[in-house]
Protein backbone atom coordinates (compact mmCIF):
# COMPACT_ATOMS: atom_id res chain seq x y z
CA UNK A 1 0.00 0.00 0.00
CA UNK A 2 1.05 3.83 -0.84
CA UNK A 3 -0.12 6.44 1.25
CA UNK A 4 0.62 10.11 -0.24
CA UNK A 5 0.96 13.53 1.83
CA UNK A 6 2.33 16.77 2.14
CA UNK A 7 -0.44 18.18 -0.21
CA UNK A 8 -2.17 21.52 0.40
CA UNK A 9 -2.69 25.19 -0.58
CA UNK A 10 0.14 27.08 -1.61
CA UNK A 11 0.73 30.10 -3.51
CA UNK A 12 2.39 30.49 -6.47
CA UNK A 13 6.47 31.06 -6.24
CA UNK A 14 5.77 28.77 -3.12
CA UNK A 15 7.24 25.11 -1.92
CA UNK A 16 5.53 22.06 -0.78
CA UNK A 17 7.36 18.62 0.12
CA UNK A 18 4.82 15.38 -0.77
CA UNK A 19 5.59 11.99 0.76
CA UNK A 20 4.87 9.10 -0.45
CA UNK A 21 5.08 6.02 2.47
CA UNK A 22 4.86 2.23 1.54
CA UNK A 23 3.39 -0.30 3.98
CA UNK A 24 2.41 -3.66 4.13
CA UNK A 25 4.56 -4.81 1.42
CA UNK A 26 8.48 -3.55 0.96
CA UNK A 27 9.12 -1.10 -2.04
CA UNK A 28 12.79 -0.62 -1.46
CA UNK A 29 13.40 -2.75 -4.71
CA UNK A 30 10.81 -0.96 -6.46
CA UNK A 31 11.12 2.20 -9.12
CA UNK A 32 8.57 5.00 -7.71
CA UNK A 33 7.25 7.35 -9.81
CA UNK A 34 5.11 10.86 -8.94
CA UNK A 35 1.85 11.31 -11.49
CA UNK A 36 -0.53 14.11 -10.96
CA UNK A 37 -3.79 14.85 -12.69
CA UNK A 38 -5.74 17.95 -13.38
CA UNK A 39 -9.55 17.64 -13.29
CA UNK A 40 -10.46 16.77 -16.67
CA UNK A 41 -7.37 15.76 -17.95
CA UNK A 42 -5.01 12.51 -18.21
CA UNK A 43 -3.12 11.59 -15.33
CA UNK A 44 0.26 12.50 -16.28
CA UNK A 45 4.08 11.65 -15.67
CA UNK A 46 6.14 13.73 -14.03
CA UNK A 47 9.14 11.96 -11.64
CA UNK A 48 10.68 9.00 -11.40
CA UNK A 49 13.74 7.48 -9.21
CA UNK A 50 15.41 3.68 -9.40
CA UNK A 51 15.13 1.68 -6.14
CA UNK A 52 18.47 2.53 -5.12
CA UNK A 53 17.84 6.29 -5.74
CA UNK A 54 20.97 6.76 -8.23
CA UNK A 55 18.74 7.64 -11.49
CA UNK A 56 15.69 10.12 -11.53
CA UNK A 57 14.25 11.32 -14.89
CA UNK A 58 11.47 14.47 -15.09
CA UNK A 59 9.26 15.42 -17.32
CA UNK A 60 10.47 18.82 -18.92
CA UNK A 61 8.14 21.28 -16.97
CA UNK A 62 9.10 20.23 -13.75
CA UNK A 63 12.90 19.96 -14.56
CA UNK A 64 15.06 22.36 -12.43
CA UNK A 65 11.98 22.67 -9.92
CA UNK A 66 11.10 19.46 -8.57
CA UNK A 67 13.45 17.20 -7.17
CA UNK A 68 12.71 13.37 -6.21
CA UNK A 69 14.32 11.25 -3.71
CA UNK A 70 14.06 8.64 -1.39
CA UNK A 71 14.70 6.97 1.75
CA UNK A 72 14.80 2.75 1.82
CA UNK A 73 15.41 2.91 5.54
CA UNK A 74 11.91 4.72 6.32
CA UNK A 75 10.38 3.15 2.89
CA UNK A 76 9.47 6.63 1.67
CA UNK A 77 9.84 8.39 -1.47
CA UNK A 78 9.64 12.41 -1.49
CA UNK A 79 8.86 14.80 -4.22
CA UNK A 80 10.34 18.62 -3.26
CA UNK A 81 8.39 21.32 -5.36
CA UNK A 82 9.84 24.54 -5.76
CA UNK A 83 8.77 27.60 -7.47
CA UNK A 84 5.31 26.34 -7.54
CA UNK A 85 2.83 27.64 -10.80
CA UNK A 86 -0.54 27.75 -10.92
CA UNK A 87 -0.66 24.91 -13.72
CA UNK A 88 1.07 22.54 -11.38
CA UNK A 89 -2.29 21.96 -9.58
CA UNK A 90 -3.73 18.78 -10.02
CA UNK A 91 -3.82 15.50 -7.43
CA UNK A 92 -0.28 14.30 -6.82
CA UNK A 93 0.00 10.24 -7.20
CA UNK A 94 2.72 7.75 -6.30
CA UNK A 95 3.16 5.06 -7.97
CA UNK A 96 5.44 1.47 -7.58
CA UNK A 97 6.72 -0.59 -10.57
CA UNK A 98 9.07 -3.40 -10.57
CA UNK A 99 10.89 -2.35 -13.54
CA UNK A 100 12.78 1.41 -14.14
CA UNK A 101 11.74 3.93 -16.85
CA UNK A 102 8.24 4.02 -17.82
CA UNK A 103 6.59 7.24 -18.01
CA UNK A 104 2.87 5.16 -18.39
CA UNK A 105 0.73 5.13 -15.73
CA UNK A 106 0.28 1.46 -17.40
CA UNK A 107 3.72 0.90 -16.43
CA UNK A 108 3.25 0.96 -12.74
CA UNK A 109 1.74 -2.00 -10.55
CA UNK A 110 0.54 -0.47 -7.04
CA UNK A 111 -0.85 3.19 -6.76
CA UNK A 112 -1.86 5.92 -3.58
CA UNK A 113 -4.81 7.53 -3.35
CA UNK A 114 -3.91 10.69 -4.05
CA UNK A 115 -3.32 13.92 -2.38
CA UNK A 116 -3.98 17.31 -3.56
CA UNK A 117 -1.79 20.08 -4.69
CA UNK A 118 -3.29 23.96 -5.40
CA UNK A 119 -1.35 26.63 -6.17
CA UNK A 120 -2.86 30.01 -6.61
CA UNK A 121 -1.84 33.10 -8.01
Known amino acids: QLVESGGGLVQAGGSLRLSCAAS????????IAWFRQAPGKERDFVAA????????IYRDSVKGRFTISRDNTKNTVYLQMNSLKPEDTAVYYC????????????????WGQGTQVTVSS
Open 95 to 110: AAAPNFGSRSRLGYDY
Open 24 to 31: GHTFSNYA
Open 49 to 56: ITWNGIVT
